[in-house]
């Protein structure tokens, strides 16, 4: 009987033994790893620690979610800094700007000035004496008919009235200069919107004249006389120019309409109008492509552009874009694109570097078409409404 129950006692004893090792290894993988801990640290952790354990708890209050808005933030406060960045151009009123900018007909003086006032000074003005006048003017790009005419006028003031001075030769020729540029055109820029819609100015040209620029330049003087305005970048040919009538808007606060590169050139222009109306700005500018006036090809794609445009209402004003270096032939340039886009006005570039100033005269004479604006130099508020007496002023010079 005692062997009996000391065999009971012993198994009693074996299965608690076995219960106590198998029990804290059932628990040991119930438990989750605890970081980089070994194994010692989590069999010595105690029971009641088992709850605090819970594996799906932790990740919720990690750091990781936080931090992601925090790397959102810069650039939410970066953007309006950016803008900042563009500084928009004010440029001064146009009023008396050609007076200013007098110095930069300088060569034209040589021809104009003190060339043409020596010779009429004269105590006695012979045949040799108007000849020169006359080659003098001829040179100076008036123009052969033009030059006539003037030269008659004087010859016969000066008969008449029998002056000798410097001081009279120089008023009388004055006067003489000044009625031959026609101060009675109308030589105002239609800039005023009407009829619910922007007013549109189409600027053409040939290649060369330094148009897009000038298109930029535009856009300068009606904002500095008060005008908002909007460019269209017809001139889909070259990224180059698109990239720099945008540029000129910037300066300005002027936005651009542009189209991809070697688009149509009359979709962007009408898209330009569409878009100055929605935003009712004040004047759309378009500038189109360079372009040959003996291109056939191409003269019919600036039609195409006008009547396209021509669908949001007639375009306000047609400015052809002449360079005064290029003298006589400017004439046939503009004679072409007359016919084509019916001009409206010519804008005379780079005569600060050309002894040519007559081919104002020249044009006007020629074509009846006003010139509305004068290009004196590189800057860009060196564009300046044309002024028939201040242009003369400015040719003769100070009186000596």
Not at 34 to 62: C, D, K, N, Y
Not at 110 to 124: I, K, T
Not at 260 to 281: H, L, M, N, W, Y
Not at 314 to 339: C, K, S, W
Request: proline share 7%.
């Amino acid at each position: 009987m005692e062997y009996v129950v000391a065999a009971v006692i012993l198994l009693v004893v074996l299965v608690a033994g076995v219960v106590g090792l198998v029990v804290p290894r059932m628990r040991r993988r119930q438990l989750p790893p605890m970081g980089s801990g070994g194994g010692t640290t989590t069999l010595e952790r105690p029971p009641a620690a088992e709850p605090e354990a819970e594996p799906e708890a932790e990740p919720e209050a990690a750091a990781p979610p936080l931090i992601v808005p925090d790397r959102d933030l810069p650039p939410l406060v970066e953007t309006p800094v950016d803008k900042t960045e563009v500084q928009v151009d004010r440029p001064e009123p146009t009023a008396g700007r050609l007076v200013r900018l007098r110095a930069r007909l300088s060569r034209s003086q040589s021809v104009f000035g003190r060339g043409l006032l020596s010779v009429l000074s004269r105590d006695h003005l012979d045949e040799d004496a108007w000849e020169e006048i006359e080659d003098s003017l001829i040179g100076a790009d008036v123009g052969v008919e033009a030059t006539q005419v003037i030269v008659e006028r004087l010859r016969e003031r000066v008969r008449v009235l029998g002056t000798r001075t410097v001081s009279e030769v120089r008023e009388q020729l004055t006067e003489e200069l000044v009625s031959a540029l026609e101060p009675g055109l109308d030589r105002t820029l239609k800039t005023t919107p009407h009829d619910g819609r922007p007013a549109v100015m189409l600027v053409v040209g040939v290649n060369g004249a330094g148009k897009t620029t000038t298109c930029g330049k535009i856009g300068r003087v009606l904002v500095a006389d008060g005008r908002s305005v909007l460019f269209g970048a017809a001139d889909t040919f070259r990224a180059a120019a698109a990239d720099q009538i945008a540029t000129w808007g910037e300066r300005v606060g002027a936005e651009t309409v542009r189209g991809p590169e070697g688009g149509d050139p009359a979709s962007v222009a009408f898209d330009a109008v569409k878009r100055g109306i929605e935003t009712q700005v004040d004047t759309v500018v378009i500038d189109t492509a360079g372009r040959l006036q003996n291109k056939v090809g191409l003269m019919d794609e600036l039609g195409k552009v006008k009547r396209v445009v021509e669908k949001h209402g007639p375009v306000d004003e047609t400015l052809l874009i002449l360079d005064a270096t290029t003298g006589q032939n400017g004439l046939e340039q503009a004679r072409v694109f007359t016919e084509v886009v019916d001009v409206t006005g010519v804008v005379l570039t780079k005569l600060d570097g050309t002894a040519k100033g007559g081919i104002v005269i020249a044009v006007q004479r020629k074509l009846g078409i006003p010139v509305k604006l004068v290009g004196l130099g590189e800057g860009p508020d060196d564009l300046a409404p044309f002024e028939p007496a201040a242009f003369v002023e400015a040719l003769l010079g100070s009186p000596a």
